[in-house]
């Protein structure tokens, strides 16, 4: 049996649909590029016959995918299957992702439907995918709930139908790696046509083990690992892809298998999303979390200082990662600069890396920290960055433990200056009801708010990054400052802007079409 193991990831479609998540077109388009370059071997781009907006997002990573194989997720229903096969047209290689549930739990209570009525639908929605695209495969939700004997005959109706890949989910991360490693086991001796597919994993993360389990599946026969960036994913997440990347590349001892991912693309990729989504990565996250490779203890530091391998297992940068962690700001020089754009895949020649240069500077003068995001929109646009409309003048609190707490918040608006106060549930709160007196933005609610300390002590400074979302569109804001509550101010206005010149350039837009 071959030891290459192919990725599918699914961060823009098991990972999107988590509480939060949701990516605008131009987000899964950049997301989508980047795991294409990076080497997964499936992209599942989305559910098209969930929305218009995801059939469109199918179409277009479909459009712009250069080596990846597009995969779109669909019921066992004619309709659903349909909109995969037009979402994923222009790809140049393409994949029908159909899925049913198997559990007698499922069938009874969510398809009101007997285990035979679930076989034939398995075979016609198959067959049907299968007369459309070579490429099929064939999901079994709840797997890992499904008693051994039915789950044998549905994978071989799926097989018997066409399915090239029969994935065996643990849909709701209920799985051990023992119990896991014994059903793929069981699969590849009790079905008779098992040497005609490839079997994939898909593992939730409800118990912490999906990583694990994904590895044992493997060991166990399966050849196919479905993941995502950072783990995201439904309720606790998917298994992440960095974590069995590295594990495979760094225990090739015990777990000698290959994938086709460039390592060093992880921590852009992992950051990409962040920037995208506005939720960081908890600190201790492995291979991608902020102290993944930082050595705190003097006796850790001293022992680094003579070996690195005497703590660390891999190099940061065999994932992308400086010693370092490279931060821009006004004052970064170009080397920096392109140092940095290398690290997140951009390699761009002499006169292309002067303009991103003197585009960067001029953002950098209005923003105390440039993120990736801001990065990359700085290499991607052409037209340079929007114009901050809104910009940060003073603040003035009355915090305490006797409310109601009181901002006095002063912001330039298109260069003139204006100042609101407001009282709230706190100091965040009254700042926030100051900002919409000052810009009413009344659509508009704050789906995400998320502070962190950047460094140590009572005098750290802090990270705030919040999230406005508008009509279903969501924009990310990012603040820096000793004090958290002017961090959140300007996290707010960041935000804001971004908001604004989507805003201003919607009419645009529609009378250039
Ligand atoms: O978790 C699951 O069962 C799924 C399937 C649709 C593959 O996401
Ligand atoms: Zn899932």
Same mark, same amino acid.
Not at 59 to 64: A, C, I, L, R
Not at 442 to 448: F, G, P, W, Y
């Given at each position: 049996?071959?030891?290459?193991?192919?990725?599918?990831?699914?961060?823009?479609?098991?990972?999107?649909?988590?509480?939060?998540?949701?990516?605008?077109?131009?987000?899964?388009?950049?997301?989508?590029?980047?795991?294409?370059?990076?080497?997964?071997?499936? +992209?599942? %781009? *989305?559910?098209?016959? !969930?929305?218009?907006? @995801?059939? &469109? =997002? $199918?179409?277009?990573?479909?459009?712009?995918?250069?080596?990846? +194989?597009? %995969? *779109?997720?669909?019921? !066992?229903?004619?309709? @659903?299957? &349909? =909109? $995969?096969?037009?979402?994923?047209?222009?790809?140049?290689?393409?994949?029908?992702?159909?899925?049913?549930?198997?559990?007698?739990?499922?069938?009874?209570?969510?398809?009101?439907?007997?285990?035979?009525?679930?076989?034939?639908?398995?075979?016609?929605?198959?067959?049907?995918?299968?007369?459309?695209?070579?490429?099929?495969?064939?999901?079994?939700?709840?797997?890992?709930?499904?008693?051994?004997?039915?789950?044998?005959?549905?994978?071989?109706?799926?097989?018997?139908?066409?399915?090239?890949?029969?994935?065996?989910?643990?849909?709701?991360?209920?799985?051990?790696?023992?119990?896991?490693?014994?059903?793929?086991?069981?699969?590849?001796?009790?079905?008779?046509?098992?040497?005609?597919?490839?079997?994939?994993?898909?593992?939730?993360?409800?118990?912490?083990?999906?990583?694990?389990?994904?590895?044992?599946?493997?060991?166990?026969?399966?050849?196919?690992?479905?993941?995502?960036?950072?783990?995201?994913?439904?309720?606790?997440?998917?298994?992440?892809?960095?974590?069995?990347?590295?594990?495979?590349?760094?225990?090739?001892?015990?777990?000698?298998?290959?994938?086709?991912?460039?390592?060093?693309?992880?921590?852009?990729?992992?950051?990409?999303?962040?920037?995208?989504?506005?939720?960081?990565?908890?600190?201790?996250?492995?291979?991608?979390?902020?102290?993944?490779?930082?050595?705190?203890?003097?006796?850790?530091?001293?022992?680094?200082?003579?070996?690195?391998?005497?703590?660390?297992?891999?190099?940061?940068?065999?994932?992308?990662?400086?010693?370092?962690?490279?931060?821009?700001?006004?004052?970064?020089?170009?080397?920096?600069?392109?140092?940095?754009?290398?690290?997140?895949?951009?390699?761009?020649?002499?006169?292309?890396?002067?303009?991103?240069?003197?585009?960067?500077?001029?953002?950098?003068?209005?923003?105390?920290?440039?993120?990736?995001?801001?990065?990359?929109?700085?290499?991607?646009?052409?037209?340079?960055?929007?114009?901050?409309?809104?910009?940060?003048?003073?603040?003035?609190?009355?915090?305490?433990?006797?409310?109601?707490?009181?901002?006095?918040?002063?912001?330039?608006?298109?260069?003139?200056?204006?100042?609101?106060?407001?009282?709230?549930?706190?100091?965040?709160?009254?700042?926030?009801?100051?900002?919409?007196?000052?810009?009413?933005?009344?659509?508009?609610?704050?789906?995400?708010?998320?502070?962190?300390?950047?460094?140590?002590?009572?005098?750290?400074?802090?990270?705030?990054?919040?999230?406005?979302?508008?009509?279903?569109?969501?924009?990310?804001?990012?603040?820096?400052?000793?004090?958290?509550?002017?961090?959140?101010?300007?996290?707010?206005?960041?935000?804001?802007?971004?908001?604004?010149?989507?805003?201003?350039?919607?009419?645009?837009?529609?009378?250039?079409?």
């Amino acid at each position: 049996m071959s030891d290459r193991v192919w990725l599918f990831d699914t961060t823009l479609r098991d990972g999107e649909q988590s509480p939060g998540y949701s990516m605008t077109l131009d987000e899964k388009l950049r997301m989508a590029a980047m795991l294409d370059d990076m080497g997964l071997d499936i +992209i599942e %781009a *989305g559910f098209p016959a !969930a929305s218009r907006g @995801d059939f &469109e =997002a $199918v179409y277009k990573v479909s459009e712009q995918t250069q080596n990846a +194989i597009v %995969a *779109g997720l669909c019921r !066992a229903v004619q309709k @659903d299957i &349909e =909109a $995969v096969i037009e979402a994923t047209k222009p790809a140049t290689r393409k994949r029908i992702h159909t899925f049913i549930s198997t559990s007698e739990l499922h069938m009874k209570h969510k398809l009101q439907a007997t285990p035979e009525r679930v076989l034939e639908l398995i075979h016609e929605s198959v067959s049907f995918a299968r007369n459309h695209c070579e490429d099929v495969e064939w999901s079994a939700e709840d797997a890992t709930r499904t008693s051994h004997d039915y789950l044998c005959k549905a994978v071989e109706t799926a097989i018997a139908a066409g399915a090239s890949t029969v994935n065996i989910p643990d849909t709701v991360g209920y799985t051990v790696p023992e119990e896991y490693f014994a059903l793929i086991k069981m699969l590849k001796d009790r079905v008779p046509n098992i040497d005609r597919a490839v079997i994939s994993t898909h593992c939730h993360n409800d118990l912490g083990l999906a990583v694990a389990n994904s590895l044992a599946g493997i060991r166990a026969g399966a050849r196919q690992i479905e993941c995502t960036i950072n783990g995201i994913g439904e309720r606790a997440g998917n298994a992440s892809m960095e974590e069995i990347v590295m594990t495979c590349r760094t225990r090739q001892d015990v777990m000698p298998y290959e994938t086709g991912i460039k390592t060093e693309m992880i921590m852009p990729a992992s950051r990409l999303l962040t920037d995208i989504t506005g939720f960081s990565v908890q600190p201790n996250k492995a291979v991608v979390g902020a102290n993944a490779f930082a050595h705190e203890s003097g006796i850790h530091q001293d022992g680094m200082l003579k070996n690195a391998q005497t703590y660390e297992i891999m190099t940061p940068e065999s994932v992308g990662r400086d010693r370092s962690d490279l931060v821009l700001g006004k004052h970064s020089g170009r080397n920096a600069f392109r140092t940095k754009l290398q690290a997140l895949g951009y390699n761009l020649d002499d006169a292309a890396l002067n303009a991103a240069f003197d585009r960067f500077k001029d953002f950098a003068d209005r923003k105390k920290k440039v993120s990736d995001d801001d990065l990359i929109l700085i290499v991607t646009s052409k037209d340079g960055l929007p114009e901050e409309r809104v910009e940060f003048i003073s603040l003035g609190v009355k915090s305490g433990s006797y409310g109601p707490q009181e901002a006095e918040l002063t912001v330039k608006i298109d260069g003139a200056k204006k100042t609101a106060k407001a009282t709230g549930k706190g100091p965040v709160d009254a700042c926030f009801k100051a900002m919409r007196v000052l810009v009413p933005h009344d659509a508009a609610m704050l789906s995400n708010y998320e502070l962190r300390a950047l460094t140590h002590g009572s005098d750290a400074k802090g990270e705030v990054n919040i999230r406005l979302t508008e009509n279903g569109q969501n924009f990310n804001g990012t603040g820096i400052d000793t004090d958290v509550i002017v961090a959140s101010c300007r996290a707010y206005i960041d935000a804001l802007n971004r908001m604004l010149s989507a805003r201003d350039a919607a009419p645009r837009k529609a009378t250039a079409n």
